[in-house]
């Protein structure tokens, strides 16, 4: 079992931060808390790979913790003649990390032999990252560089493995990053190779990367603009036509401020949607006439102006050398990274050669990594109809990027293309349908009216309903053209639900469709229904509900142990309510007699083992339950409420259960993150 990997960067600029980011993300699936570590770092505080895995990730140490000496130290050391000194001042910081975690995860150094930044005196990289990581006890992992290397990669990959066995190292298997298309992945290695292709979105800075790095000051742009990539850099110095014959997708303009002909001309082009631009710099200092000014905002570009004092020559040269990096400040590139790491390395071999054993306890992080590790293990086909939504257009970016399911955009193609230029993201592999002129109108009215007819609904009434976006995405769903839906960031959940319950209706045999919500507490998950559909469920309606939260537990890895929860406990109460529950308990005893179910049980019993032995000692789920049925949806939906706010646990549905195909709701405050897990738990559904 590998307690330790030990990630060394062979050369500058080989992309590391993507595999030791990969890394992060696959053991977090596995250790309730990982351990982080750098043995240089250029600062306190100052590291952003270290900042974004220390937010990102439930690690033991907090970023102060988390590495061994600044650079700076380091030279000193060095200079005076104390080089095992820094070692083991280095080795102990990182068994204070160690003892706390069951893996670790450790970047190697950024420093390279020769480069002028006056610590030319370091030891050898490479010869120093292998000693340490035989310090640490570490496997290691070297990243090597692609680009560039077309004609000997395979040489350079067999060097650095051997090189490293050499120095005593214990090497796991080698990636390389960066790799051009077309270039066949390195062999002939006892470890395993494998190549990352370069992928723009990682490897190109954001505009305001270049903004920090220039020095720039924005003049007109916010977040969205601001974190646009910057593909290519185009000089704005020729006339007019010139320029446009040079623009590319993703291009940073740099150009003097007076030339407002180039400025109005290259803002009109992105506005037209012939080009999508990063992003305006002005050099020289100078603001563009005012006249400009007024005519670029009317345009309505969303593109960032940037303004610098240098010159063009000196803007385009210091461009040139900014480096991306991957931070907390830039959620679209580690998403990007994310996606690169998890299609081109094999993670399941990954795993079982570091061999580490999965954690007992579930937290909100592994919960919601295991989501996307099984969409993407079965990738389905979803439609969003909310095509035109920011927060729809980013999660769709991520969901692709990350390979969790192939995306349908319900919408005009027009405008969802003109909003994902506005907003600044990368859409291409979704495809986009629009109701009003799709091809399949003609045959889902029919099907629609055929379906209502009861109800008196003619085919002209039904040609109009279909145009509805949820409507239509329901019947992509029940013509097979989809795995599932979700909708619901700008509908209503009655908006979202009721064409599901009118067309693709409930699983037979179950009386009633209902939803639960997964609560993400610190150190567990567990299942509550129902908390937004049915207001009132008599004892049949009750116990259906249960049958189908144990089942959709049991679907997401959680062992189910019911609790039909009331206001009394065993037979301490009377009332209705407590005997709607209790005759609810009854069928379910009777209809699935090996599923551990309780109730009537209050909540204090249900999930407290000390309070459980005092109310209901020798019972196998009071005290133990991962699966809380409310007897109304009062009671449900306040319940779920309340402990997300005060226990600050994640809440993730409403998750639908109990229809044929799966459609799930989402609520209209949805962040970005809650529509991934969602449209992540509808492809398992799906699969399912």
């Not at 990352?196 to 990367?209: D, H, K, Y």
């Not at 910057?230 to 040079?246: F, I, S, T, W």
């Not at 991520?398 to 193609?413: H, I, N």
Request: aromatic fraction near 4%; include cysteine.
């Amino acid at each position: 079992m590998a307690s330790s990997v030990y990630v060394a960067g062979l050369g500058p600029g080989v992309g590391k931060s993507t595999v030791a980011l990969g890394l992060a993300e696959l053991l977090s699936r596995q250790v309730a808390r990982i351990g982080v570590f750098r043995p240089l770092t250029a600062g306190p505080g100052a590291d952003p790979l270290l900042t974004l895995l220390t937010t990102r990730y439930p690690v033991v140490a907090p970023y102060a913790e988390s590495f061994g000496v600044t650079v700076a130290e380091a030279a000193t050391l060095v200079a005076d003649g104390r080089r095992e000194e820094l070692i083991s001042r280095i080795v102990e910081r990182y068994r204070a990390v160690e003892r706390q975690c069951g893996s670790v995860i450790v970047i190697g150094s950024d420093f390279s032999d020769g480069q002028d930044d006056g610590h030319d005196e370091l030891p050898r990289e490479l010869a120093f990252n292998a000693r340490l990581a035989t310090e640490f006890g570490s496997v290691v992992i070297p990243v090597v560089a692609g680009q560039g290397r077309r004609p000997d990669l395979n040489a350079t990959v067999r060097s650095a493995y051997h090189t490293l066995v050499d120095l005593d190292a214990t090497v796991l298997a080698v990636i390389a990053n960066r790799v051009p298309p077309g270039m066949a992945t390195p062999g002939g290695l006892p470890v395993p190779v494998w190549a990352i292709p370069e992928v723009p979105a990682v490897a190109a800075p954001t505009v305001a990367e270049v903004a920090a790095a220039l020095d720039a000051t924005v003049v007109t742009g916010g977040e969205a603009a601001l974190d646009r990539d910057v593909l290519d850099y185009v000089v704005g110095a020729a006339h007019v036509p010139a320029l446009l014959d040079h623009l590319t997708d993703g291009a940073l303009i740099i150009t003097p401020g007076d030339r407002a002909d180039l400025l109005v001309a290259a803002s009109a082009a992105h506005a037209a949607g012939s080009v999508t631009l990063a992003g305006l710099v002005l050099t020289l200092g100078e603001l563009p006439d005012p006249r400009a000014v007024r005519l670029i905002e009317r345009l309505n570009t969303g593109l960032a102006m940037l303004v610098v004092r240098s010159d063009s020559y000196q803007t385009i040269s210091a461009a040139n050398r900014i480096e991306a990096k991957l931070s907390v400040g830039t959620p679209r590139k580690v998403e990007a990274a994310l996606g690169a790491f998890e299609t081109h390395v094999d993670t399941t071999e990954l795993n079982r050669l570091l061999d580490v054993t999965r954690s007992s306890r579930v937290t909100p992080l592994m919960f919601e990594n295991d989501l996307i590790d099984r969409a993407r293990a079965n990738r389905r086909h979803l439609v969003l109809p909310e095509g035109t939504d920011e927060r729809i257009l980013r999660a769709t970016e991520t969901l692709l990027r990350r390979g969790v399911a192939d995306l349908t955009l319900l919408g005009d193609p027009a405008e969802i293309t003109r909003r994902a230029r506005e907003v600044g993201v990368e859409i291409g592999a979704a495809r986009l349908v629009d109701p009003a002129t799709a091809p399949w109108r003609d045959d889902f009215a029919e099907r629609y009216a055929e379906l209502r007819k009861h109800k008196a609904v003619t085919l002209d009434l039904a040609y109009d309903v279909v145009r509805d976006v949820n409507y239509f995405g329901t019947m992509m769903v029940s013509a097979g053209l989809a795995d599932g839906m979700v909708s619901g960031a700008g509908h209503t959940t009655a908006a979202t639900i009721r064409p599901a319950f009118e067309i693709i209706k409930t699983v037979p045999g179950l009386s009633v469709a209902s939803s639960v919500f997964f609560m993400l507490l610190a150190d567990r998950v567990l299942v509550y229904g129902d908390c937004a559909v049915n207001p009132d469920p008599d004892a049949a309606q009750l116990a259906d509900i249960a049958l189908s939260s144990a089942q959709t537990a049991a679907a997401f890895g959680i062992e189910p142990r019911v609790a039909m929860l009331s206001y009394s406990t065993g037979s301490s109460g009377s009332g209705a309510d407590v005997e709607k529950v209790a005759a609810a308990t009854a069928l379910i005893r009777e209809q699935r007699p090996d599923l551990p179910v309780e109730g009537p049980i209050q909540y204090d019993a249900a999930i407290d083992p000390q309070v459980a032995a005092t109310k209901l000692p020798g019972s196998t789920v009071a005290g133990k339950a991962t699966v809380f049925v409310f007897p109304d949806l009062s009671s449900g939906n306040n319940t779920y409420k309340a402990v997300q706010r005060s226990a600050n646990a994640v809440a993730v549905g409403p998750v639908m259960q109990g229809l044929r195909r799966p459609v799930n709701d989402l609520s209209r405050g949805a962040t970005v993150k809650d529509i991934v897990n969602t449209v992540a738990i509808t492809a398992i559904q799906a699969g399912s």
